[in-house]
T-cell receptor, first 115, second 114 residues
Framework: NAGVTQTPKFRVLKTGQSMTLLCAQDMNHEYMYWYRQDPGMGLRLIHYSVGEGTTAKGEVPDGYNVSRLKKQNFLLGLESAAPSQTSVYFC??????????????FGAGSRLTVL | GENVEQHPSTLSVQEGDSAVIKCTYSDSASNYFPWYKQELGKRPQLIIDIRSNVGEKKDQRIAVTLNKTAKHFSLHITETQPEDSAVYFCAASTPGGGADGLTFGKGTHLIIQP
């Protein structure tokens, strides 16, 4: 049981390049999320998905696209990378307890630098 | 939408002393309040959570208190140890859990001084 796995762990891009971050979970969770973490800014939600084939925008979606073609995978794409997208990206998945609480399990993070 | 304020941004305490981190939230409908701990270079992990029908919850050296009237909740760590050094995030969630996950505070960097 690997939990939530993100690839790659590190990546350096030049401005204007594109790339895709892959998130995979083996816990059969319905919900998946992409957050970015910047110093002093906490965790900000980029996009999320409530199930296979569905995606929705979070707090900071501009410049990113996502896809959830399979329940276990959630992809984050940058079509034209900008220096402002230099950040640590965390994927998470969650299950809903009977009580209604939404418990997140995070991946190890992907550090992206855009030059 | 929900807005979560967290204070202080940095907290330094002597080993063995207590630490308190405070958060306020804006949406009175929020009913679930977790705390996540993130050690340096690691992923955030849930350490304790509380629902709005409970005023306090304890788990060994950590406890969380909730004041619904004032819309604030706090994390208390007693007898702090070096392994408590980390960034702590509070969060709030509206009824039904919110398919859009949680709204996080900006984090508190807790430093345990030997």
């Amino acid at each position: 049981n690997a939990g939530v796995t993100q690839t790659p762990k590190f990546r350096v891009l030049k401005t204007g390049q594109s790339m895709t971050l892959l998130c995979a979970q083996d816990m059969n969770h319905e919900y998946m999320y992409w957050y970015r973490q910047d110093p002093g800014m906490g965790l900000r939600l980029i996009h999320y998905s409530v199930g296979e084939g569905t995606t929705a925008k979070g707090e900071v979606p501009d410049g990113y696209n996502v896809s959830r073609l399979k329940k276990q995978n959630f992809l984050l794409g940058l079509e034209s990378a900008a220096p402002s997208q230099t950040s640590v990206y965390f994927c998470a998945s969650s299950y809903r307890r009977i009580s209604g609480a939404n418990v997140l399990t995070f991946g190890a993070g992907s550090r992206l630098t855009v030059l | 939408g929900e807005n979560v304020e967290q204070h202080p941004s940095t907290l330094s305490v002597q080993e063995g002393d207590s630490a308190v981190i405070k958060c306020t939230y804006s949406d009175s409908a929020s009913n679930y309040f977790p705390w996540y701990k993130q050690e340096l270079g690691k992923r955030p992990q849930l350490i304790i959570d509380i629902r709005s029908n409970v005023g306090e919850k304890k788990d060994q050296r950590i406890a969380v208190t909730l004041n619904k009237t004032a819309k604030h909740f706090s994390l208390h760590i007693t007898e702090t140890q070096p392994e408590d050094s980390a960034v702590y995030f509070c969060a709030a969630s509206t009824p039904g859990g919110g398919a859009d996950g949680l709204t996080f505070g900006k984090g508190t960097h807790l430093i345990i001084q030997p």
